[in-house]
């Protein structure tokens, strides 16, 4: 859940921060090197921005942007360095929906097929034989972006203290009791667990 007012833009970042290797040595002309290594922070994980306009006691329009970044699995060049790779996912749309109407963003499908090659030290080397030592793996993964956007007009201090009272208690009773599949679907609708 995020809170924020009328025209004002909120922003949250569930993630971390990654450092990015921006330069390195150089060599002048004369043999001698200067080593350096410049690095630049850059935030990675999930990124939510949203401005919302409320428009009448029922309709509100949002400015959303949604960002999804991953560090990859990156090889080691042959300088013995490694430059981070990560890879992105994005969704900026601005949207009307009514209070309380759940809306449904994305569907960015992306599939990601990975091999992996293993042996044991030598015998792995060994011409014909070295297939038997050999360990051949693949992975598949699919990944879908949907994002679930719920708007609520909050109009007196009451409200937004029920609103904190409903979501500390399904979080609550998701945690102590994760298996209750009537409790993640009414989190979804909305609706107060009954405690």
Do not use: C
Not at 27 to 53: C, K
Not at 87 to 116: F, H
């Amino acid at each position: 859940s995020i809170l924020t007012l009328d025209n004002e833009e909120a922003h949250i970042l569930v993630g971390r921060e990654v450092p990015f290797r921006t330069g390195s040595f150089t060599t002048t002309g004369d043999g001698t090197s200067n080593p350096f290594t410049t690095v630049q922070r850059e935030d990675v994980g999930v990124e939510l921005t949203v401005t919302p306009h409320v428009h009448d006691t029922s309709s509100v329009r949002l400015e959303v942007a949604q960002q999804i970044t991953n560090v990859l699995n990156t090889p080691v060049g042959g300088s013995g360095f490694a430059d981070i790779m990560t890879s992105k996912r994005t969704i900026e749309t601005t949207i009307l929906a009514e209070d309380q109407q759940t809306i449904v963003l994305g569907g960015l499908i992306q599939d990601d097929v990975n091999e992996s090659n293993s042996k044991v030290p030598f015998l792995g080397d060994i011409p014909i034989l070295g297939n038997l030592f050999n360990s051949r793996s693949t992975t598949k993964s699919k990944t879908n972006l949907l994002v679930f956007l719920r708007p609520t007009v909050i109009r007196v201090k009451e409200q937004a203290a029920e609103i904190t009272r409903e979501k500390y208690n399904a979080v609550w009773e998701v945690e102590i009791n994760s298996t209750n599949h009537d409790q993640m679907d009414s989190l979804f609708s909305g609706e107060s667990p009954e405690r």
